[in-house]
Protein backbone atom coordinates (compact mmCIF):
# COMPACT_ATOMS: atom_id res chain seq x y z
CA UNK A 1 0.00 0.00 0.00
CA UNK A 2 1.09 3.73 -0.47
CA UNK A 3 3.32 4.52 2.17
CA UNK A 4 3.26 8.34 1.82
CA UNK A 5 0.77 11.05 -0.15
CA UNK A 6 -3.06 10.77 0.22
CA UNK A 7 -5.46 10.50 -2.71
CA UNK A 8 -7.23 13.80 -3.66
CA UNK A 9 -10.85 13.14 -2.17
CA UNK A 10 -13.55 13.96 -4.39
CA UNK A 11 -16.07 15.42 -1.48
CA UNK A 12 -19.60 16.03 -2.47
CA UNK A 13 -19.30 19.13 -1.09
CA UNK A 14 -15.85 21.39 0.18
CA UNK A 15 -16.75 24.54 2.29
CA UNK A 16 -17.23 26.06 -0.69
CA UNK A 17 -18.48 23.89 -2.99
CA UNK A 18 -22.35 24.34 -1.96
CA UNK A 19 -22.14 27.51 -3.44
CA UNK A 20 -20.99 26.56 -6.91
CA UNK A 21 -23.96 25.13 -7.47
CA UNK A 22 -25.95 27.89 -5.92
CA UNK A 23 -26.71 31.36 -7.90
CA UNK A 24 -23.19 33.09 -7.45
CA UNK A 25 -24.58 36.64 -6.90
CA UNK A 26 -25.84 35.56 -3.84
CA UNK A 27 -22.60 35.49 -2.42
CA UNK A 28 -21.42 38.60 -3.36
CA UNK A 29 -20.68 41.99 -1.49
CA UNK A 30 -23.22 44.15 -3.68
CA UNK A 31 -25.41 44.16 -0.86
CA UNK A 32 -26.01 43.55 2.80
CA UNK A 33 -29.48 41.56 2.13
CA UNK A 34 -27.54 38.93 -0.24
CA UNK A 35 -25.57 38.20 2.11
CA UNK A 36 -27.68 37.46 5.22
CA UNK A 37 -29.47 35.43 2.90
CA UNK A 38 -27.07 33.57 1.40
CA UNK A 39 -26.23 32.70 4.88
CA UNK A 40 -29.50 31.61 5.29
CA UNK A 41 -29.37 29.37 2.78
CA UNK A 42 -26.18 27.55 3.53
CA UNK A 43 -27.40 27.28 6.80
CA UNK A 44 -30.96 25.58 5.36
CA UNK A 45 -28.87 23.20 3.11
CA UNK A 46 -26.14 22.09 5.99
CA UNK A 47 -28.39 21.99 8.73
CA UNK A 48 -27.97 18.48 10.85
CA UNK A 49 -31.21 16.23 10.01
CA UNK A 50 -31.71 12.59 10.14
CA UNK A 51 -33.73 10.30 7.90
CA UNK A 52 -35.96 7.89 8.56
CA UNK A 53 -37.34 5.31 6.45
CA UNK A 54 -40.88 6.85 6.68
CA UNK A 55 -39.52 9.89 5.25
CA UNK A 56 -37.49 8.56 2.39
CA UNK A 57 -40.97 6.78 1.48
CA UNK A 58 -41.78 10.08 1.05
CA UNK A 59 -39.49 11.50 -1.08
CA UNK A 60 -37.13 13.07 1.12
CA UNK A 61 -33.77 11.83 -0.01
CA UNK A 62 -31.59 9.97 2.68
CA UNK A 63 -29.05 11.81 3.61
CA UNK A 64 -30.89 14.76 3.55
CA UNK A 65 -29.59 16.47 0.51
CA UNK A 66 -32.23 19.50 -0.48
CA UNK A 67 -32.18 19.08 -4.27
CA UNK A 68 -34.88 20.92 -4.65
CA UNK A 69 -32.97 23.80 -3.10
CA UNK A 70 -30.31 23.25 -5.49
CA UNK A 71 -29.19 24.13 -9.49
CA UNK A 72 -28.77 20.64 -10.12
CA UNK A 73 -30.25 17.95 -10.08
CA UNK A 74 -29.20 14.49 -8.40
CA UNK A 75 -29.43 12.61 -11.80
CA UNK A 76 -26.94 15.08 -13.59
CA UNK A 77 -24.85 15.35 -10.31
CA UNK A 78 -24.40 11.16 -10.46
CA UNK A 79 -23.53 11.78 -13.88
CA UNK A 80 -20.71 14.41 -12.89
CA UNK A 81 -19.34 12.11 -10.23
CA UNK A 82 -19.22 9.15 -12.44
CA UNK A 83 -17.11 10.94 -15.46
CA UNK A 84 -15.07 13.40 -12.71
CA UNK A 85 -14.49 10.49 -9.64
CA UNK A 86 -10.75 9.35 -9.91
CA UNK A 87 -9.85 6.33 -8.62
CA UNK A 88 -6.71 5.35 -7.03
CA UNK A 89 -3.85 3.37 -9.16
CA UNK A 90 -0.79 1.61 -8.34
CA UNK A 91 -0.86 0.06 -11.86
CA UNK A 92 -1.43 2.95 -14.04
CA UNK A 93 -5.03 1.89 -16.41
CA UNK A 94 -5.76 -1.30 -14.44
CA UNK A 95 -9.61 -0.13 -13.90
CA UNK A 96 -9.91 1.06 -17.60
CA UNK A 97 -8.59 -2.13 -19.03
CA UNK A 98 -11.25 -4.25 -16.76
CA UNK A 99 -14.16 -2.26 -17.35
CA UNK A 100 -13.40 -3.04 -20.81
CA UNK A 101 -13.13 -6.38 -20.05
CA UNK A 102 -15.80 -6.64 -17.75
CA UNK A 103 -19.39 -6.35 -17.32
CA UNK A 104 -21.84 -5.12 -14.23
CA UNK A 105 -23.49 -8.08 -12.93
CA UNK A 106 -27.76 -7.41 -13.26
CA UNK A 107 -29.73 -4.90 -10.94
CA UNK A 108 -32.71 -5.80 -9.16
CA UNK A 109 -32.34 -7.38 -6.23
CA UNK A 110 -33.71 -6.02 -3.28
CA UNK A 111 -32.66 -7.16 -0.10
CA UNK A 112 -31.87 -4.79 1.93
CA UNK A 113 -34.18 -1.78 2.38
CA UNK A 114 -33.25 1.67 3.89
CA UNK A 115 -33.78 2.35 7.82
CA UNK A 116 -32.30 5.29 9.07
CA UNK A 117 -29.50 7.77 8.42
CA UNK A 118 -27.91 10.07 11.25
CA UNK A 119 -25.83 12.97 10.28
CA UNK A 120 -24.46 12.98 14.57
CA UNK A 121 -22.43 9.96 13.52
CA UNK A 122 -19.24 11.69 11.71
CA UNK A 123 -16.91 8.84 10.76
CA UNK A 124 -13.23 9.81 8.86
CA UNK A 125 -10.37 8.10 7.28
CA UNK A 126 -6.86 8.61 7.84
CA UNK A 127 -5.24 6.75 5.11
CA UNK A 128 -7.35 6.53 1.90
CA UNK A 129 -6.42 2.97 0.70
CA UNK A 130 -7.99 1.78 4.05
CA UNK A 131 -11.52 1.59 4.81
CA UNK A 132 -12.29 -0.95 7.66
CA UNK A 133 -13.36 1.47 10.03
CA UNK A 134 -17.23 0.69 10.75
CA UNK A 135 -18.02 -2.69 12.69
CA UNK A 136 -21.20 -3.59 14.29
CA UNK A 137 -21.66 -6.00 17.90
CA UNK A 138 -25.22 -6.25 17.24
CA UNK A 139 -27.99 -4.76 14.50
CA UNK A 140 -28.15 -2.38 16.88
CA UNK A 141 -24.40 -1.35 18.42
CA UNK A 142 -22.20 0.44 16.13
CA UNK A 143 -18.43 1.14 16.11
CA UNK A 144 -16.37 3.54 14.10
CA UNK A 145 -13.45 6.11 13.76
CA UNK A 146 -14.42 9.77 14.20
CA UNK A 147 -11.05 11.79 14.22
CA UNK A 148 -8.59 10.44 16.95
CA UNK A 149 -11.87 8.68 18.62
CA UNK A 150 -12.96 5.20 18.38
CA UNK A 151 -16.87 5.83 19.13
CA UNK A 152 -20.20 3.59 19.86
CA UNK A 153 -23.54 4.63 18.71
CA UNK A 154 -26.84 2.67 19.62
CA UNK A 155 -29.43 2.69 17.08
CA UNK A 156 -31.96 1.88 19.03
CA UNK A 157 -31.56 4.98 22.00
CA UNK A 158 -29.87 7.33 19.43
CA UNK A 159 -26.80 7.51 21.74
CA UNK A 160 -23.15 8.15 20.86
CA UNK A 161 -20.22 7.97 23.38
CA UNK A 162 -16.84 7.79 23.01
CA UNK A 163 -14.58 4.32 23.65
CA UNK A 164 -11.41 5.43 23.38
CA UNK A 165 -9.57 8.28 22.67
CA UNK A 166 -6.14 8.58 21.22
CA UNK A 167 -5.63 12.10 20.76
CA UNK A 168 -3.69 11.53 24.15
CA UNK A 169 -2.00 8.98 25.75
CA UNK A 170 -2.99 5.37 25.51
CA UNK A 171 -1.62 2.53 28.02
CA UNK A 172 -2.75 -0.91 29.08
CA UNK A 173 -3.86 -1.08 32.92
CA UNK A 174 -2.32 -4.94 32.75
CA UNK A 175 0.95 -6.18 32.36
CA UNK A 176 1.32 -8.86 29.61
CA UNK A 177 4.86 -10.56 27.99
CA UNK A 178 5.37 -7.91 25.22
CA UNK A 179 3.21 -5.43 26.12
CA UNK A 180 4.22 -1.93 26.12
CA UNK A 181 3.49 -0.28 29.87
CA UNK A 182 4.04 2.86 28.62
CA UNK A 183 1.56 2.86 26.04
CA UNK A 184 1.34 5.29 22.87
CA UNK A 185 1.14 8.86 22.74
CA UNK A 186 -1.33 10.03 19.77
CA UNK A 187 -1.61 7.41 17.97
CA UNK A 188 -2.75 8.12 14.61
CA UNK A 189 -5.11 4.87 13.61
CA UNK A 190 -5.21 3.09 10.48
CA UNK A 191 -7.32 0.03 10.74
CA UNK A 192 -10.29 -1.53 13.25
CA UNK A 193 -11.90 -4.35 14.53
CA UNK A 194 -14.73 -5.37 16.45
CA UNK A 195 -15.90 -8.36 17.26
CA UNK A 196 -18.32 -9.45 20.30
CA UNK A 197 -16.33 -7.92 23.67
CA UNK A 198 -12.90 -7.18 21.99
CA UNK A 199 -11.84 -4.24 20.02
CA UNK A 200 -8.40 -3.48 18.46
CA UNK A 201 -7.32 -0.69 16.43
CA UNK A 202 -3.99 -0.75 14.69
CA UNK A 203 -1.86 2.39 14.01
CA UNK A 204 0.73 4.35 10.93
CA UNK A 205 3.68 3.26 13.54
CA UNK A 206 2.82 -0.62 13.57
CA UNK A 207 0.82 0.00 16.80
CA UNK A 208 -1.50 -2.40 17.69
CA UNK A 209 -4.05 -1.12 20.95
CA UNK A 210 -6.67 -4.24 22.61
CA UNK A 211 -9.74 -3.38 24.49
CA UNK A 212 -12.32 -5.80 26.08
CA UNK A 213 -15.36 -3.99 25.88
CA UNK A 214 -16.84 -5.02 29.28
CA UNK A 215 -13.75 -3.74 31.08
CA UNK A 216 -12.53 -0.23 31.78
CA UNK A 217 -9.29 0.43 29.83
CA UNK A 218 -7.24 -0.91 27.48
CA UNK A 219 -5.79 -4.33 27.97
CA UNK A 220 -2.68 -4.14 25.66
CA UNK A 221 -0.69 -2.32 23.70
CA UNK A 222 2.27 -3.50 21.39
CA UNK A 223 4.32 -2.32 18.64
CA UNK A 224 3.77 -5.52 15.74
CA UNK A 225 6.74 -3.91 14.31
CA UNK A 226 9.61 -1.19 14.61
CA UNK A 227 10.06 -0.92 11.00
CA UNK A 228 10.14 2.16 9.16
CA UNK A 229 7.27 0.89 7.15
CA UNK A 230 5.46 0.19 9.71
CA UNK A 231 1.70 0.75 9.35
CA UNK A 232 -0.84 -1.67 10.61
CA UNK A 233 -3.13 -2.02 7.52
CA UNK A 234 -5.56 -4.61 8.53
CA UNK A 235 -7.26 -6.87 11.16
CA UNK A 236 -9.06 -10.30 11.22
CA UNK A 237 -10.60 -11.47 14.64
CA UNK A 238 -11.51 -15.12 15.00
CA UNK A 239 -11.65 -18.24 16.79
CA UNK A 240 -9.23 -21.33 16.93
CA UNK A 241 -10.84 -24.53 16.63
CA UNK A 242 -9.77 -24.86 20.52
CA UNK A 243 -12.47 -21.82 20.62
CA UNK A 244 -9.86 -19.36 21.91
CA UNK A 245 -9.83 -15.88 20.18
CA UNK A 246 -7.36 -14.67 17.64
CA UNK A 247 -6.57 -12.02 15.40
CA UNK A 248 -3.84 -11.38 12.94
CA UNK A 249 -2.82 -8.67 11.84
CA UNK A 250 -1.30 -7.14 8.52
CA UNK A 251 1.29 -4.58 8.14
CA UNK A 252 3.80 -3.28 5.58
CA UNK A 253 6.80 -4.67 7.03
CA UNK A 254 5.36 -7.51 4.15
CA UNK A 255 4.46 -9.59 7.21
CA UNK A 256 1.23 -11.28 8.81
CA UNK A 257 1.23 -11.48 12.19
CA UNK A 258 -1.02 -14.26 14.50
CA UNK A 259 -1.72 -13.13 18.03
CA UNK A 260 -3.85 -14.76 21.06
CA UNK A 261 -6.07 -12.13 22.18
CA UNK A 262 -6.54 -14.16 25.64
CA UNK A 263 -2.87 -14.22 26.74
CA UNK A 264 -2.24 -11.31 24.09
CA UNK A 265 0.59 -13.47 22.97
CA UNK A 266 2.29 -13.53 19.47
CA UNK A 267 1.78 -16.88 18.34
CA UNK A 268 2.60 -16.95 14.11
CA UNK A 269 5.08 -14.42 12.29
CA UNK A 270 4.64 -14.99 8.31
CA UNK A 271 6.56 -13.15 5.89
CA UNK A 272 5.94 -12.65 2.22
CA UNK A 273 7.53 -10.90 -0.65
CA UNK A 274 5.30 -7.37 -0.44
CA UNK A 275 3.69 -5.63 1.88
CA UNK A 276 -0.23 -7.08 3.45
CA UNK A 277 -2.86 -5.24 3.11
CA UNK A 278 -5.33 -8.11 4.34
CA UNK A 279 -5.64 -11.30 5.22
CA UNK A 280 -8.97 -13.33 6.05
CA UNK A 281 -8.94 -16.88 7.77
CA UNK A 282 -10.85 -19.49 6.41
CA UNK A 283 -13.75 -20.60 8.10
CA UNK A 284 -11.98 -24.51 9.32
CA UNK A 285 -9.08 -22.15 10.06
CA UNK A 286 -6.70 -24.34 7.93
CA UNK A 287 -6.48 -21.53 5.60
CA UNK A 288 -5.80 -17.74 5.05
CA UNK A 289 -6.56 -15.31 2.22
CA UNK A 290 -3.71 -13.13 1.75
CA UNK A 291 -3.53 -10.18 -0.53
CA UNK A 292 -1.29 -6.55 -0.95
CA UNK A 293 1.05 -4.79 -2.84
CA UNK A 294 1.14 -7.55 -6.02
CA UNK A 295 -1.40 -7.97 -8.30
CA UNK A 296 -1.48 -12.11 -7.26
CA UNK A 297 -2.98 -12.83 -4.00
CA UNK A 298 -1.60 -15.74 -1.71
CA UNK A 299 -3.55 -18.79 -0.27
CA UNK A 300 -1.20 -20.03 3.03
CA UNK A 301 -1.14 -23.11 5.16
CA UNK A 302 -2.40 -21.06 8.46
CA UNK A 303 0.03 -23.45 10.53
CA UNK A 304 2.85 -22.32 8.65
CA UNK A 305 2.46 -19.86 6.55
CA UNK A 306 3.82 -21.91 3.20
CA UNK A 307 2.25 -21.19 0.03
CA UNK A 308 -0.60 -23.49 -0.97
CA UNK A 309 -1.95 -21.52 -4.25
CA UNK A 310 -1.60 -18.18 -5.62
CA UNK A 311 -4.17 -16.66 -7.19
CA UNK A 312 -3.54 -14.52 -10.79
CA UNK A 313 -6.48 -12.29 -12.76
CA UNK A 314 -5.86 -9.15 -10.68
CA UNK A 315 -4.66 -6.55 -12.48
CA UNK A 316 -3.69 -3.68 -9.64
CA UNK A 317 -2.69 -4.17 -5.66
CA UNK A 318 -5.47 -6.04 -3.86
CA UNK A 319 -7.04 -4.57 0.11
CA UNK A 320 -10.07 -6.72 0.37
CA UNK A 321 -10.59 -9.92 0.84
CA UNK A 322 -13.66 -12.38 2.76
CA UNK A 323 -14.65 -15.84 3.22
CA UNK A 324 -18.16 -17.75 2.69
CA UNK A 325 -19.24 -19.62 5.51
CA UNK A 326 -19.17 -22.72 3.78
CA UNK A 327 -15.26 -22.43 3.66
CA UNK A 328 -15.40 -23.51 -0.39
CA UNK A 329 -15.47 -19.93 -1.93
CA UNK A 330 -13.45 -16.68 -0.95
CA UNK A 331 -13.93 -13.05 -2.42
CA UNK A 332 -10.31 -10.62 -3.39
CA UNK A 333 -10.99 -6.67 -3.69
CA UNK A 334 -8.63 -4.76 -5.99
CA UNK A 335 -7.74 -1.34 -6.94
CA UNK A 336 -8.91 -2.86 -10.57
CA UNK A 337 -12.17 -2.00 -9.61
CA UNK A 338 -12.91 -5.80 -9.70
CA UNK A 339 -14.17 -8.30 -6.58
CA UNK A 340 -13.02 -11.70 -7.93
CA UNK A 341 -14.85 -15.05 -6.18
CA UNK A 342 -12.28 -18.18 -6.11
CA UNK A 343 -13.07 -21.65 -5.18
CA UNK A 344 -10.45 -23.54 -3.13
CA UNK A 345 -11.49 -27.08 -5.34
CA UNK A 346 -10.07 -25.46 -8.59
CA UNK A 347 -7.84 -21.91 -8.18
CA UNK A 348 -6.41 -22.01 -11.63
CA UNK A 349 -8.68 -19.28 -12.53
CA UNK A 350 -11.81 -17.14 -10.24
CA UNK A 351 -15.53 -18.66 -10.76
CA UNK A 352 -16.70 -14.79 -10.78
CA UNK A 353 -15.37 -11.51 -11.56
CA UNK A 354 -17.41 -8.53 -10.16
CA UNK A 355 -17.08 -4.79 -11.58
CA UNK A 356 -17.36 -1.74 -9.57
CA UNK A 357 -18.62 1.55 -10.82
CA UNK A 358 -16.67 4.38 -9.26
CA UNK A 359 -13.44 2.61 -8.17
CA UNK A 360 -11.65 0.30 -5.96
CA UNK A 361 -12.75 -2.46 -3.83
CA UNK A 362 -12.01 -1.11 -1.12
CA UNK A 363 -14.01 -3.88 2.00
CA UNK A 364 -16.27 -7.18 0.98
CA UNK A 365 -18.27 -8.96 3.83
CA UNK A 366 -20.48 -11.85 3.70
CA UNK A 367 -23.79 -12.62 5.14
CA UNK A 368 -23.39 -15.42 8.75
CA UNK A 369 -25.99 -16.97 6.20
CA UNK A 370 -24.04 -16.53 3.22
CA UNK A 371 -26.53 -15.94 1.37
CA UNK A 372 -25.35 -12.78 0.61
CA UNK A 373 -21.79 -10.72 -0.16
CA UNK A 374 -21.50 -7.18 0.32
CA UNK A 375 -18.59 -5.45 -1.87
CA UNK A 376 -18.25 -1.71 -0.89
CA UNK A 377 -16.25 0.65 -3.39
CA UNK A 378 -14.45 3.96 -2.22
CA UNK A 379 -17.13 6.07 -2.79
CA UNK A 380 -20.84 6.37 -3.86
CA UNK A 381 -21.69 2.60 -4.03
CA UNK A 382 -22.28 -0.58 -2.08
CA UNK A 383 -23.03 -3.54 -3.79
CA UNK A 384 -25.08 -7.06 -2.30
CA UNK A 385 -24.79 -9.68 -4.28
CA UNK A 386 -26.97 -12.80 -4.36
CA UNK A 387 -24.97 -15.64 -3.96
CA UNK A 388 -27.61 -18.08 -3.96
CA UNK A 389 -27.83 -16.87 -7.80
CA UNK A 390 -24.12 -17.24 -8.32
CA UNK A 391 -23.44 -13.15 -7.95
CA UNK A 392 -25.07 -13.12 -11.26
CA UNK A 393 -27.90 -10.81 -9.51
CA UNK A 394 -27.12 -7.57 -7.11
CA UNK A 395 -29.12 -4.98 -5.03
CA UNK A 396 -27.08 -1.31 -5.61
CA UNK A 397 -27.17 0.69 -2.83
CA UNK A 398 -26.55 4.76 -4.25
CA UNK A 399 -25.33 8.02 -2.09
CA UNK A 400 -22.81 10.16 -2.17
CA UNK A 401 -19.38 10.50 -0.33
CA UNK A 402 -16.54 8.16 0.68
CA UNK A 403 -16.91 5.29 2.70
CA UNK A 404 -15.14 4.53 5.75
CA UNK A 405 -16.70 0.89 6.12
CA UNK A 406 -19.24 -1.46 6.24
CA UNK A 407 -20.50 -3.52 8.79
CA UNK A 408 -23.45 -6.23 9.10
CA UNK A 409 -24.36 -7.51 11.92
CA UNK A 410 -24.06 -10.50 13.50
CA UNK A 411 -27.40 -12.19 12.51
CA UNK A 412 -27.33 -10.45 9.23
CA UNK A 413 -30.30 -8.08 9.99
CA UNK A 414 -28.95 -4.51 9.79
CA UNK A 415 -26.29 -3.03 7.34
CA UNK A 416 -24.04 0.27 8.07
CA UNK A 417 -22.66 2.42 5.95
CA UNK A 418 -19.46 4.65 7.52
CA UNK A 419 -20.25 8.13 5.10
CA UNK A 420 -17.04 10.46 5.45
CA UNK A 421 -17.89 14.15 3.59
CA UNK A 422 -17.22 17.42 4.91
CA UNK A 423 -20.84 18.51 5.24
CA UNK A 424 -22.79 15.48 4.81
CA UNK A 425 -20.89 12.70 6.96
CA UNK A 426 -23.06 10.53 8.55
CA UNK A 427 -23.90 6.24 9.13
CA UNK A 428 -26.67 4.83 7.20
CA UNK A 429 -28.53 1.80 8.07
CA UNK A 430 -30.09 -0.75 5.86
CA UNK A 431 -32.50 -3.44 7.22
CA UNK A 432 -32.74 -7.10 5.98
CA UNK A 433 -35.82 -7.07 3.80
CA UNK A 434 -38.26 -10.49 4.76
CA UNK A 435 -41.16 -11.68 2.68
CA UNK A 436 -43.92 -11.56 5.82
CA UNK A 437 -45.48 -8.28 5.50
CA UNK A 438 -46.29 -8.18 9.73
CA UNK A 439 -42.35 -8.61 10.27
CA UNK A 440 -41.59 -5.75 8.34
CA UNK A 441 -44.71 -3.75 10.17
CA UNK A 442 -43.40 -4.74 13.65
Known amino acids: ???????????????????????????????????????????????????????????????GIPWDKL???????????????????????????????CKQMEK?????????????VKPTILHFQLRNLVWATSKHDVYFMSNSSVMHWSATSCNLSEVLNFAGHVSPLKRHPGSLLEGFSRTQISTLAVKDNLLIAGGFQGELTCKLLDHPGVSFCTRATFDDNAITNAIDIYKAPSGSV?????????????????????????????????????????????????????????????????????????????????????????????????????????????????????????????????????????????????????????FFGEISGVALSPDDESLFIGVWDRVYASLLQYSMRHQYGYMNSF
Open 71 to 101: HITRQNYRQTRMEQYKNYENVQSSGELMDKK
Open 246 to 398: RFMASNNDNSAREYDAEKFQLLNHFQFPWPVNHTSMSPDRKLVAVVGDNCDGLLVDSRNGETVATLVGHMDYSFASAWHPNGLTFATGNQDKTCRVWDVRKLTHSVAVLKGNLGSVRSIRYSSDGKFMIVAEPADFVHIYSTKADYKKRQELD
Open 1 to 63: MSVDGGEDFDYMVDEGDMTNVMDDEMYGDFFDRARVEAEYQYDLLTRVTDTSSAQAKRGKDIQ
Open 108 to 120: GGTYYEFQYNTRL
